[in-house]
């Protein structure tokens, strides 16, 4: 029993010591990817040093400086947003505060491409907290404040600007509205008029139609050429009547004296 504690001791030994003989090799061999990426990076060949940083993070994945050349290489190509995910993982990753104040200066830059002024401004804060004697962290911090409170107004500006705008569009499209209704309001009143006129025009046509007919029935009322009103008529018989008795008389007194007489009629 005691022969084969002493055999498991051994192979644990052996197989920690062996892992820890490869965890130094993979070490080392980070550090020469490193080292590489390092050359590559002063030649200007920021794609190439980037793979080698990435191949000794492969091997050793809590490599702080691999990490933190990686983020630069990044920000080198001008890919802002992935060089301030990188930068924030190196952040954490360091201890020492003068690492950690590079890695928060860096991080600013980014943003300051980017734009982002006032997570720039956030950034250099607490790369100045972490090294209060950076001159170069203390100007870009200032540099990013200016243009931060540039872009506020350039915001607030070009917000007045549209609100001016839209009140000017509301004031256009009030204005178009009044005209349109005063238009409408016109046309309803000259419709109206129009209404009123032909109204009148009727009025003037039933009036005239009145008159006319009143006229018609005067007319009628009235005797017309060679025709004899009703009084006259009346009067004319009664004169006939009177006349044919006087004539009745007369013949009746001819006939007893045997000549003929002429009748003659005035109308």
Known sequence: MKKQLIILFLCFSTLVFSQQKNQKVLEREAREDVREGNELYNQLKFKEAEIAYKKGLSKNPNYP????????????QDRNKEAVSQFELVEKTFKEKQSKAEAYHNMGNSFMKEKQYEKAVESFKNSMRNNSKDEETRYNLAMAQELLKKQEQENKDNKDDKKDNKDNKDDKNKDQKDKEGGDKEKKEDENKDKDKGEEKEDDKGDQKKDQDKKDEEKKDQQPKPNQLSPEQIKQLLEAMNNEENKTQKKLNAEKAKGKKIKQEKDW
């Open 65 to 76: 400086t691999a990490s933190y050349n990686l983020g630069n290489s990044i920000y080198q």
